[in-house]
């Protein structure tokens, strides 16, 4: 059966001389792997690249087992390549993209995510880390671990004019009053308000927001403290690209 599709390379493994197998984004069937036979020299190579969104036909041949027949690429990025931060930042999205997005279900959602960061990372126009934290929360979003932005999880309070402080382990916010003895995240207004737009936006109107630099760094903190307490996994791209920033 042939499968026709797009979606992004997140990953590439090399096999023998021309060889690879790529992991890859679809909007068909969300996070993939194929073989892609003489890929790393042959016609296919750019769109069989990292981060490469390509136009592929597939080969089903059993169960979740992929073969590439034809690549065309759509878009290359190369200016990701420009600078090595936000190269690093983009090969963590793609790592984020292989621990969170669905496999063998649509991804429509994701994958448009995923294109518009890259975009918005060649561009070079917003600031970086709003794209960091973006993705990240609409990812856990998207996965189902969407953070507890309504409210105090305790007394309901809608926490419009309360000092606020987030659970980075449960995703839940309290205000001053319900939070006790934990040690918790502050959290004010600004940054709250940030999140639930991240969170419910429509999804191309998510990036339109801006921060005072204090909000930003606390909204960047709590974006990732939350997604490593939920993945419970160590990022290599992450570690690399905090050491170039």
Same mark, same amino acid.
């Given at each position: 059966m042939t499968i026709l599709t797009d979606?992004?390379?997140?990953?590439?493994? =090399?096999?023998?001389?021309?060889d690879k197998i790529i992991t890859v984004l679809t909007r068909e069937r969300g996070v993939i792997s194929i073989f892609a036979n003489g890929a790393k020299v042959g016609k296919h190579s750019s769109a069989t690249g990292l981060l490469a +969104?390509?136009?592929?036909?597939l080969a089903s041949t059993r169960g979740d087992s +992929?073969?590439?027949?034809?690549?065309?690429p759509k878009q290359i990025f190369f200016r990701l390549r420009e600078d090595l931060t936000v190269l690093s930042l983009a090969q963590y999205f793609a790592e984020l993209t292989y621990e969170l997005c =669905?496999?063998? /279900?649509?991804? /429509?959602?994701?994958?448009? #995510? @995923? %294109?518009?960061? %890259?975009?918005?990372?060649?561009?070079?126009?917003?600031?970086?880390?709003?794209?960091?934290? $973006? &993705?990240? %929360?609409?990812? %856990? &979003? #998207?996965?189902?671990?969407? *953070?507890?932005?309504?409210?105090?999880c305790e007394c309901g309070c809608d926490l419009e004019d309360e000092t606020l402080f987030f659970d980075v382990f449960t995703g839940e916010l309290f205000c001053e009053k319900c939070k006790g003895s934990?040690?918790?995240? *502050?959290?004010? $207004?600004? $940054?709250?308000t940030a999140m639930r737009y991240i969170c419910l936006a =429509?999804?191309?109107? @998510?990036?339109?927001?801006?921060l005072s630099p204090d909000g930003l760094s606390a #909204?960047?903190?709590?974006?990732?403290? +939350? #997604?490593?307490?939920? &993945?419970?996994?160590?990022?290599? &791209?992450l570690d690399f690209y905090k050491k170039m920033m």
């Open positions: 979606g992004i390379i997140i990953n590439e493994k =090399p096999l023998k001389d021309k +969104y390509s136009d592929l036909s +992929y073969v590439l027949k034809d690549a065309v =669905p496999r063998e /279900d649509r991804a /429509d959602e994701e994958l448009s #995510l @995923i %294109l518009n960061a %890259l975009h918005l990372l060649c561009e070079g126009k917003k600031d970086i880390s709003i794209i960091k934290s $973006v &993705t990240e %929360l609409r990812l %856990l &979003t #998207l996965a189902g671990y969407m *953070p507890a932005v309504e409210c105090c934990r040690k918790l995240f *502050p959290c004010s $207004v600004g $940054v709250l =429509p999804a191309n109107k @998510i990036f339109s927001f801006s #909204l960047s903190e709590i974006s990732e403290r +939350y #997604l490593k307490s939920i &993945t419970r996994k160590k990022f290599k &791209t």
